[in-house]
C-alpha cells in the first residue's frame, strides 16, 4: 500500500506538538479549577486592593502600593508554581493520571515540560492582570523589564522545584495540607504583605534566604526603587531552583 493512504497518518505525533497539546489541557483544567482560580488569581488581587486601600500594615514610607505590588506578583508565582502545581501534580499521581501519561508516546520529560510551560501561561496571565489592577491603584513601577522578566523565571524554577518534589514524594492529601500551610506561612513571614524588617534581625537572616523573599525583595528592589538586577536574590533564587528541581529529578515517583 502506498504511502500516504491513511490520513491522519499512524503513529506518534512529533514531540513539540505534543507538548503544546498537553500545554494547552493543563491550561484549561488549570482555569476550569475554581479552587485553583482562588488561589492563583483571587486571592492575590484581593489583597493587592485591600491592603493598598485600607491601611492596615506599615508598609514604610511612600505609596502602599509600591510596595504591595512587587510582592503581590511574587506571591501570584508562588500560588501557581509551587501551590497550584504541588496539589495538581500530587492528585494526577494519586489517581493513576501521570503512571498511564508516562506509558504513552508523550515522553515523561516532555511531560513535564507541557507542566512547566502551562504554569508559565498562567502566570503571564496573573502578571498582566495583576498589573493592570496595580496601575489602576496607582502603581508607578520603575526598573528593567528584563530584570522583572529574569527574576520571575529563576522565581518560577524555583518554586516549581519544590512544587514537583512535594507532589512526587508525598501523598496526595498530604501534599494538598503541606502546599496551603507553606502558602499561608510565607505569605506572612516572606516579606509580602509585611516588610522582613519588622520582624526581630535573628529571624530577618533567615527569612531573607526564603525563595519567597528574594523574589519579592528583588522585585521590589527593581519596580520600586529602579536599581539594577539584585545579584544576592538571583543567587538565592537560583540556588533554590538547582535544588528542588535537582531533588524532584532525582525522587519523584510517577506511582
Not at 504513552?104 to 498582566?128: C, D, G, I, N, Y
Not at 492582570?129 to 496601575?135: D, E, K, N, R
Request: overall charge neutral.
Amino acid at each position: 500500500m502506498s504511502a500516504g493512504t491513511f490520513a491522519p497518518r499512524p503513529g506518534a505525533a512529533p514531540v513539540s506538538r505534543m507538548i503544546l497539546a498537553q500545554t494547552a489541557l493543563e491550561t484549561r483544567m488549570l482555569l476550569r479549577n475554581g479552587e485553583q482560580l482562588l488561589l492563583t488569581v483571587v486571592i492575590p488581587a484581593l489583597l493587592l486592593t485591600l491592603f493598598s486601600v485600607v491601611d492596615i500594615v506599615d508598609t514604610g514610607e511612600g505609596r502602599p502600593v509600591d510596595f504591595l505590588a512587587p510582592g503581590v506578583l511574587a506571591l501570584a508565582v508562588m500560588s501557581t508554581a509551587f501551590t497550584g502545581q504541588a496539589i495538581a501534580t500530587g492528585f494526577d499521581r494519586r489517581y493513576g493520571v501521570l503512571k498511564r501519561l508516562g506509558a504513552s508516546p508523550l515522553p515523561r520529560w516532555a511531560l513535564m515540560a507541557a507542566k512547566t510551560l502551562s504554569v508559565l501561561v498562567t502566570e503571564v496571565l496573573q502578571v498582566a492582570l495583576l498589573t493592570v489592577i496595580a496601575l489602576a491603584l496607582g502603581w508607578s513601577p520603575q526598573g528593567n523589564p528584563l530584570s522583572v522578566a529574569l527574576l520571575l523565571l529563576l522565581g518560577t524554577a524555583a518554586f516549581s522545584g519544590l512544587g514537583l518534589l512535594m507532589a512526587g514524594t508525598l501523598k496526595a492529601e498530604a501534599t494538598l495540607a503541606a502546599a496551603n500551610l507553606v502558602f499561608l506561612l510565607l505569605l506572612v513571614g516572606g516579606g509580602v504583605i509585611v516588610p522582613l524588617e519588622k520582624f526581630p534581625g535573628s529571624v530577618q537572616a533567615v527569612l531573607g534566604l526564603l525563595p519567597i523573599s528574594a523574589l519579592s525583595d528583588g522585585l521590589r528592589e527593581v519596580l520600586r526603587d529602579g536599581a539594577a538586577l539584585p545579584w544576592g536574590d538571583v543567587a538565592v533564587l537560583a540556588g533554590w531552583a538547582v535544588l528542588g528541581l535537582g531533588a524532584a529529578g532525582k525522587l519523584f515517583r510517577w506511582e
